[in-house]
């Protein structure tokens, strides 16, 4: 269910009832794209079942699911289009298409095409933890988070999120980790080192090298650390229940539930998603607090890093083009 994670904080004073946050879902079911829609995006029902309900309730944890479908037509053959009617009023007419017909002649075009483009369509899971004022989403990058928080805001009425702070970045801890040459002092209890990495330098060039299936606990590491660069992802498991990898954002990516952990999942259609919601949910509530705590706790949203005179921000940068070298093969950690 969970392939990555992401973590907000709820600001106290929100608790909706699932009958209100029902209703509010409702008005904005996901309905496919028309023929002439570029994009849609709405609520489905999480478990499937058409018209049934959009919030589901399992072991006291909320869960929905946004949808979200695009159609794309490639920008060249917009253009290639468009060319066409500039090149038919210019031949009737003499005269050549002005910037502003110019451009309504690519809307025009784009609009007469959609309809021939094919839809994508991904989902996000949401995960409310009202008990302990937690928002997680699996949407795989900022830009997606963001989309799925505006939708939140906007259908909840009185909802506010923030990007939940720790006292300490993950990329200070990931350096201390793989700096170490005593783990068994500088960890913290239950979370080992993987066999994944990447490593980005701060200056201009943002050079980055990339390790997978390599042992990471090595001088090797320890000399390009002290060069300067800095780790943006660490693959991590934590007591030997999941795999994951920490990015410098502090997100989960990569999530994986090792051997053992759904060994008693049902094997029935009807109670599968109540099984997989309880254990996916019922473990991240365990990973969540550890990683928060390997962290140095949490810290009030907008308050300032320890050593800083700046409120961290609530969400990365772009990154830039980079030269990269890789390090071992392109398998994932797990």
């Known amino acids: 269910m969970f392939k990555n994670v992401t973590i ?3 600001a106290p004073g929100w608790d909706a009832t699932l009958e209100s946050m029902e209703a509010a879902l409702d008005a904005v079911r996901f309905v496919p794209c028309s023929a002439s ?6 609520w489905a ?3 499937g079942e058409e018209h049934g309900p959009l919030v589901e309730s399992v072991a006291g944890q909320r869960i929905l699911k946004l949808v979200i479908e695009t159609k794309a ?6 253009k290639e289009k468009a060319q066409e009617a ?8 003499g ?10 002649l690519r809307e025009d075009a784009l609009q007469s095409l959609l309809p021939q483009a094919f839809p994508r369509r991904g989902s996000v899971w949401v995960w409310f933890d009202l008990k302990n004022g937690l928002l997680v989403t699996d949407a795989g990058s900022q830009g997606k988070n963001d989309e799925v928080v505006t939708e939140l805001v906007r259908v909840f009425d009185g909802l506010a999120l923030t990007l939940l702070q720790t006292a300490m970045t993950p990329q200070t801890v990931m350096t201390q980790w793989l700096a170490t040459t005593e783990p068994e002092n500088d960890w913290p209890e239950g979370f080992n080192v993987e066999r994944e990495c990447e490593l980005k330098s701060a200056d201009e060039e ?9 042992h990471l606990l090595t001088d090797e590491v320890r000399k390009h650390l002290t060069e300067g660069k800095l780790p943006t992802r660490l693959a991590l498991s934590w007591e030997g229940r999941i795999g994951f990898t920490l990015t410098e954002s502090m997100q989960l990516k990569k999530l994986a539930f090792l051997e053992g952990v759904f060994d008693d999942r049902a094997n029935d259609d009807e109670s599968g998603f109540d099984t997989d919601v309880a254990l996916a949910t019922g473990e991240l509530s365990k990973l969540i607090p550890a990683v928060i705590a390997a962290l140095g706790g949490e810290i009030e949203p907008g308050a300032a890093l320890p050593g800083t005179s700046d409120a961290p921000a609530t969400a990365p940068a772009k990154p830039k083009q ?7 093969d392109d398998d994932p950690p797990f």
């Open 8 to 10: 907000y904080r709820i």
């Open 37 to 42: 829609q570029d994009k849609s995006v709405g």
């Open 45 to 47: 029902e999480p478990r």
């Open 73 to 78: 037509v490639p920008g060249s053959v917009v």
């Open 86 to 93: 500039a090149d038919h009023i210019e031949a009737t007419t």
């Open 95 to 104: 005269r050549k298409p002005g910037k502003k017909e110019t451009k309504e």
């Open 206 to 214: 943002k050079s980055s090298i990339k390790f997978t299936r390599h």
């Open 322 to 328: 980079e030269a990269v070298t890789a390090v071992g």
